[in-house]
């Protein structure tokens, strides 16, 4: 019984969260009620709060929710980078997930053009969801890294420098395609873009 209350539990969560970025992205997130959520998914307004205390939690819940089975679907693909093709490879299956689901292009779609983002809601999502954001531009420091050591790029290599560059690249790329989908063939040009960073460290040794 005990197990079958907490299956339930975690069933009305996410639906919860299915719930609320659908109205999020339909009325606003200020717009947004709980009591509006509630009736949604056929529930009390009670079983919403049970969940979750206010609003900004609810959206730390959705982003770390989709942000979370991205990357777990990735790593499991590609759990380690050892050079700058599995690298390459990393970028590219995060690509592919992108461009295959709706689910993931409309909270993404809702997260960088649809959020009224305020500056205390940054703050709160970014501290609560640091490591998950930074996941990305954490895996492009640690294969560069492990580069340098193997001497596959110079020793003045600055990494901190090109993982910026690899991660702003990315961003804008995804950027693009969730806003204009289709203006370029986004796995080519993503593909592409690295190949122009990588040619550049190349021409760097």
């Not at 009736?39 to 205390?53: L, S």
């Not at 390459?88 to 909270?107: D, G, N, T, V």
């Not at 997260?111 to 531009?137: C, F, H, R, T």
Request: hydrophobic share 40%.
């Amino acid at each position: 019984m005990a197990r079958r209350t907490k299956e339930e539990a975690e069933q009305t969560r996410l639906e919860i969260l299915k719930a609320s970025l659908d109205l999020f992205s339909e009325k606003g997130y200020s717009k947004t009620t709980f009591d509006e959520i509630a009736k949604r998914i056929n529930k009390t307004k009670g079983a919403v709060y049970w969940h979750f205390r206010n609003k900004p939690d609810l959206l730390v819940a959705i982003i770390k929710d989709a942000i979370t089975k991205l990357n777990e679907h990735v790593c499991m693909i590609m759990p380690e980078t050892n050079n700058i093709n599995d690298l390459k490879k990393y970028f590219l299956y995060h690509a592919q997930l992108i461009e295959s689901s709706p689910e993931l292009r409309k909270f993404m779609f809702f997260a960088l053009y649809q959020m009224e983002w305020s500056e205390n809601i940054y703050k709160k999502v970014n501290k609560s969801l640091e490591d998950i954001l930074d996941g990305p531009q954490k895996r492009i420091k640690e294969t560069l890294t492990i580069m340098k050591k193997r001497g596959e790029i110079t020793k003045d290599t600055n990494i901190d420098e090109i993982s910026e560059v690899f991660f702003c690249f990315w961003k804008g790329a995804v950027d693009n395609e969730i806003l204009r989908p289709g203006s370029t063939k986004f796995m080519n040009f993503v593909s592409k873009g690295f190949d122009m960073i990588i040619g550049r460290l190349k021409e760097e040794r």
